[in-house]
């Protein structure tokens, strides 16, 4: 499951358009960085591509559960962490 739902991320960050020069890993179009509407649209359609057993996995799972599961992780893993107002 982790790597099937890891698919669509690792496809946009290495063969989607992004703009491998960005700070940001999400990267618009129009902008420098996706809108927080477009991420959680983005988020939404690969929702809809989850199987019946899948979605029973992830239909209450958010952009900001991921963002949040990451960055525990990350702590826990011995990574520094810091937020920026800048950024």
Do not use: C
């Not at 499951?1 to 703009?19: C, F, N, Q, T």
């Not at 209450?60 to 963002?67: G, I, M, N, S």
């Amino acid at each position: 499951m982790v790597s099937i739902a890891a698919r669509p991320l690792y496809e946009y960050i290495y063969h989607g358009g992004r703009d491998t020069e960005s700070f940001y890993t999400f990267t618009s179009q129009r902008s420098e960085r996706l809108t927080e509407a477009g991420i959680h649209r983005w988020w939404k359609n690969i929702k809809a591509q989850a199987n019946v057993e899948e979605w029973e996995l992830i239909h209450d799972v958010t952009f900001h559960d991921l963002r949040h599961d990451f960055a525990h992780r990350a702590r826990e893993a011995g990574a520094f962490m810091f937020a920026s107002r800048n950024s």
